[in-house]
């Protein structure tokens, strides 16, 4: 059974940093691409970040561009996201995604809240 | 950047057809990708390559597409259907969620 567990969520300041982790099992972790979405509360999913299965490429979303970094770690099956100068519009569930390519196999976490404020 | 636009909601009385649509210019050279969420739950795959439905998916689930709007189509909805549907694609540099429809089953 595939597992994607997140966690290092908390209640920040702003301008502070976080470092949020995510463990997957289950799943050939070296295979899947990696990403971070994030759902402010009672708003849509929105996309933050990913990483190639290979780890050489990293995609960030216009609102966390150079504040964001997202890395992964093969041999322990984890991918990070470490956030600095949060801001109150960062404040959301955070959401890690496993992704096989084109295939189905496509799995979530139940997500780590994020609160700045102050 | 890119962006997919969905109606806020849909409204569909219980055992008839219900369709959610998605547009976006990304959707004309690149797959999508449909999630369902209910209250409380991380979102799960509904669709995939447009109009593929994961296994474990009931066949009421399909989707379809032309030009640069996919639609989903939920045939006979049932009272477990109601959730907010999410369409999704990938852009080479770029990932993108439509803003949301939530079904409502009547």
């Known amino acids: 059974e595939v597992q994607v567990v997140e966690s290092g969520g908390g209640l920040i300041r702003p301008g502070g940093s976080l470092r949020l982790a995510c463990a997957a099992s289950?799943?050939?972790?070296?295979?899947?691409?990696l990403s971070w979405v994030r759902q402010a509360p009672g708003k849509g999913l929105e996309w933050v970040s990913a990483?190639?299965?290979?780890?050489?490429?990293?995609y960030y979303a216009d609102p966390v561009k150079g504040r964001f970094t997202i890395v992964r770690d093969n041999s322990k099956n984890t991918v990070f996201l470490e956030m600095t100068s949060l801001r109150a519009d960062d404040t959301a569930l955070y959401y890690c995604r496993a992704v096989d390519g084109p295939t189905p196999h496509d799995y979530w976490g139940q997500g780590t809240l994020v609160t700045v404020s102050s | 950047s890119y962006e997919l636009t969905q109606p806020s909601s849909v409204s569909v009385s219980l055992g008839q057809t219900a369709r959610i649509t998605c547009s976006g210019d990304?959707?004309?050279?690149?797959?999508s990708r449909w999630f369902q969420q209910r209250p409380g739950q991380a979102p799960m795959l509904v669709i995939y390559?447009?109009?593929e439905r994961p296994s474990g998916i009931p066949e009421r689930f399909s989707a379809s597409t032309s030009g640069i709007t996919v639609t989903l189509t939920i045939t006979g909805a049932q009272f477990e259907d109601e959730a907010d549907y999410y369409c999704?694609?990938?852009?080479?540099?770029?990932?993108?969620f439509g803003g949301g429809t939530k079904l409502i089953v009547l």
């Open positions: 999704y694609s990938a852009a080479d540099d770029y990932r993108v």
């Open positions: 990304v959707l004309a050279k690149k797959f």
């Open positions: 390559k447009d109009t």
């Open positions: 289950g799943l050939t972790f070296s295979s899947f691409s």
């Open positions: 990483i190639s299965s290979s780890g050489r490429f990293t």
